[in-house]
Structure formats: C-alpha cells, structure tokens
T-cell receptor
Framework: AQKITQTQPGMFVQEKEAVTLDCTYD???????LFWYKQPSSGEMIFLIY??????QNATEGRYSLNFQKARKSANLVISASQLGDSAMYFC??????????????FGAGTTVTVRA | GAVVSQHPSRVICKSGTSVKIECRSL??????MFWYRQFPKQSLMLMAT?????????EQGVEKDKFLINHASLTLSTLTVTSAHPEDSSFYIC?????????????FGQGTRLTVV
C-alpha cells in the first residue's frame, strides 16, 4: 500500500499568491516524521520543512508552513507569497519509527508547481 | 546546512561498461548514506542503505551484483553500476544522514544523470 499520497500532479499559481500542496499518509506507527522537499529542474533535493507526529504546533519555516492534521493523516504544505523561483517539483515524505536505526524515507509521487508572473 | 557532494553530475557511458558514482559528505561524518533512483517526472525510489564498514542493505528488487555499493569511509559512499545497459539510464541521487539530528532531515547530493548508449 502506498504510504504517501500526493493527488495533485501539477499546479499553477500566480506570483505573490499562496498555494497549498496536498499530502496524505498511511502509517500505523504512533511516532513518525513528515518531510517536504523541493526539487528544481537541476535535480537536487532541498529540504524545506519537518513535522514530527508529536509536535503540537504546525511547523513553519519562512514562507513554508505545514498544515498538520493528525486525525486526517494529512500534512499539507502551504507556500505563501509565491515567487518565480518556487517553480519546482515538491515531494512529501515520511519516516516511520524515527527512533529506530532504520532511517528510510518513503516519498510521494510529487507535485509540480509552476509559478506564473 | 550540511553539504553532500555527488560526482559526476552527468555521465554518458557505453553499454556493457561500468560507471562509478561518488557521494561525499563534505563537512560531517555520515555513518549512513542512501542511494535512490528516479525516473523522469517520478518519485524517488530507495535502492539501498549504505552503512560505513558493513555491507549495504538493498531494497527488494534491486540487484546487488548490478548496483555495487561501497561505504569505505565516514565521508564517502560509492555506487557502481556494473555492465550498464540502456535501461539503467536514470537519475541517481544519494543522501547522507546528519548524526545527532534524530528524526530530522537527511541531506541530498546534487544527483547524477546516467545515460547508457
């Protein structure tokens, strides 16, 4: 079964507007971590934001915020004030049982974001 | 943030030859590194977990003899694609786990685009 689901293959957003990227996950673990990465056309994976399953506050990092709804098992990424440089592919990922030594990230299919001027 | 350097960024090789890809953690020691494969417009698929001083752990379906992984030092892991064929053409990307960050992010290299002709 797929652990991470990103249902939006592609999205367009106007410059300076906000965009929400959906991510739902599936796990039976009580303890897990959720990540968002940005992959520009050059290929490198850039870490954006992290949310631990026990974190009570939604994570925020500059223009990135994570809307964490544990009961719904969703971890949507919100990018505020979009910039042209935000155009990239965005991946949601999960690490289950983070206190084990088996640090494996499961990635979603990704969402391509295109910011329009 | 921590820096992971991957080399080469692009390589073209003839069918039947072997190609070595290096993944280096430049400013930290990484006991654990990961190798992923990514097809165009698709997600990252974990190939193997590389542990310094021990054999790599391969994911199901990944040919160990085809994709040789060596993690000889705390700052270097290599992936060798042996007897490469056109179907091995893909984007390969490594990541290194920054010690002491618990369930926090892994840092990714820039990726290597392999084309087998």
């Amino acid at each position: 079964a797929q652990k991470i689901t990103q249902t939006q293959p592609g999205m367009f957003v106007q410059e300076k507007e906000a965009v929400t990227l959906d991510c739902t996950y599936d796990t039976s673990d009580q303890s897990y971590g959720l990540f968002w990465y940005k992959q520009p056309s050059s290929g490198e994976m850039i870490f954006l934001i992290y949310q631990g399953s026990y974190d009570e506050q939604n994570a925020t990092e500059g223009r990135y915020s994570l809307n964490f709804q544990k009961a719904r098992k969703s971890a949507n990424l919100v990018i505020s004030a979009s910039q042209l440089g935000d155009s990239a592919m965005y991946f949601c990922a999960m690490r289950e049982d983070p206190f084990s030594n088996d640090y494996k990230l499961s990635f979603g299919a990704g969402t391509t974001v295109t910011v329009r001027a | 943030g921590a820096v992971v350097s991957q080399h080469p960024s692009r390589v073209i090789c003839k069918s039947g030859t072997s190609v070595k890809i290096e993944c280096r953690s430049l400013d930290f020691q990484a006991t654990t590194m990961f190798w992923y494969r990514q097809f165009p417009k698709q997600s990252l698929m974990l190939m193997a977990t590389s542990n310094e001083g021990s054999k790599a752990t391969y994911e199901q379906g990944v040919e160990k003899d085809k994709f040789l992984i060596n993690h000889a030092s705390l700052t270097l892991s290599t992936l060798t694609v042996t007897s490469a064929h056109p179907e091995d053409s893909s984007f390969y990307i490594c990541s290194a786990l920054l010690p002491g960050t618990g369930e926090k992010e892994a840092f990714f290299g820039q990726g290597t685009r392999l084309t087998v002709v």
